[in-house]
């Protein structure tokens, strides 16, 4: 079965409100460092997606990604397109992340060029992300064309608040 991505928007979140909130559930269960701790409430995966992101999409400053599969919903990605003043050249990714069950079969690749498509067609000149120092997903990054800025130790804890990480700046130029 074929993966296509689409864009949701704020409408569109709502029926995939769910589905969302499982891959976020799922994810950060799964150890990825993407701003939550573990374990992390499906309530709150739901909040996170129904107030947070839906606002950034209603508003312009973000662009919300879903990889879908036989109506299935399996990962997403945000562009984010609001930046200072002084950045209007540049967007940033956010919030990489695939469904656990669906993972390594090429939906984070898509993704990641979906977002990249979408940056260049707003004229952005360059893409910025950050990720933990030597996870899963820096090679996918690296293989679309980041290369690494630097790295800031002790950045942030790990999901399940044992340790802090390092995590690494990349960019792409577009």
Not at 61 to 80: C, D, I, P, S
Not at 84 to 101: D, G, L, S, Y
Not at 125 to 151: C, H, K, M, Q
């Amino acid at each position: 079965m074929e993966t296509r991505v689409i864009t949701i928007d704020g409408a569109g979140l709502g029926p995939r409100l769910e589905a969302l909130a499982e891959i976020l559930v799922g994810s950060v269960a799964g150890g990825a460092a993407i701003g939550f701790m573990a374990p992390l409430a499906e309530t709150e995966a739901r909040r996170f997606w129904a107030e947070d992101v839906r606002a950034e999409i209603e508003a312009g400053r973000r662009v919300l990604f879903g990889a879908e599969r036989a109506g299935r919903l399996l990962g997403t990605v945000q562009l984010v397109t609001a930046m200072p003043p002084n950045q209007p050249h540049r967007c940033e990714i956010a919030k990489m992340m695939v469904h656990p069950a669906a993972r390594r079969q090429g939906i984070g690749r898509q993704l990641m060029t979906a977002a990249l498509g979408h940056a260049r067609g707003l004229g952005r000149t360059l893409v910025t992300l950050d990720t933990r120092s030597g996870d899963a997903a820096a090679p996918l990054y690296a293989s679309v064309g980041f290369e690494v800025a630097g790295e800031i130790p002790d950045f942030a804890w790990d999901p399940d608040g044992r340790a802090r990480h390092a995590t690494t700046y990349m960019y792409r130029r577009l």
